[in-house]
T-cell receptor, first 115, second 115 residues
């Protein structure tokens, strides 16, 4: 069966420091991968998605970047964190079948607090 | 563009009460519809889904019917339990093209069930 991992679970970082959040998926190949941010404990905003190694699409301009160095690894980064980057970051995957909509499965999330 | 509108919360019920959370959508193309649930401090879990008009998704006593004529996907449960307390998200995804399974979420509805 497929599983998705995220780490760290929680993170407290000072403003201006770098960030690296990691997401890995097991039990599937060539998944579509997604990064979401949830602010104020409610709505979800899609930040990035990837349909293959090295292929990243950004949904909104921001202080963050994403990379996919391996098929089942998705990394969210920042060179200098802002207070507004605080939030709950969720990684998700779906079956990577071109043109077919399938269910997204979410990881446990990372709680980021920028002070 | 695509959008999802959920009823405003929070919703507070007594145990064994009937639950309805309204969800309506607008979409270009033929959407699949989803309900996700988020328990405190956790990631999102798929609760149920429907992929075409008149389909009924069901899971753990929850049900929702894909109503194309009213563009709705209301979530219902006949008898809620304290353990159902969570945030519920309605979402859609449009098949095909370059959608890559991207989800459009509603703003979420907080449900609290009291004993």
């Amino acid at each position: 069966s497929q599983t998705i991992h995220q780490w760290p679970a929680t993170l407290v970082q000072p403003v201006g420091s770098p960030l690296s959040l990691e997401c890995t998926v097991e039990g599937t190949s060539n998944p579509n991968l997604y990064w979401y941010r949830q602010a104020a404990g409610r709505g979800l905003q899609l930040l990035f998605y990837s349909v293959g190694i090295g292929q990243i699409s950004s949904e909104v301009p921001q202080n963050l970047s994403a990379s996919r160095p391996q098929d089942r690894q998705f990394i969210l980064s920042s060179k200098k964190l802002l207070l507004s980057d605080s939030g709950f970051y969720l990684c998700a995957w779906s079956i990577g079948t071109s043109g077919y909509t399938d269910t997204q499965y979410f990881g446990p999330g990372t709680r980021l607090t920028v002070l | 563009g695509n959008s999802v509108t959920q009823m405003e919360g929070p919703v507070t019920l007594s145990e064994e009460a009937f639950l309805t959370i309204n969800c309506t959508y607008t979409a270009t193309g033929y959407p699949s519809l989803f309900w996700y649930v988020q328990y405190p401090g956790e990631g999102l879990q798929l609760l149920l889904k429907a992929t075409k008009a008149d389909d009924k998704g069901s899971n753990k006593g929850f049900e929702a019917t894909y109503r194309k004529e009213t563009t709705s996907f209301h979530l219902e449960k006949g008898s809620v339990q304290v353990s159902d307390s969570a945030v519920y998200f309605c979402a859609l995804s449009v098949v095909g093209g370059t959608s890559y399974g991207k989800l459009t979420f509603g703003q979420g509805t907080i449900l609290t069930v009291h004993p």
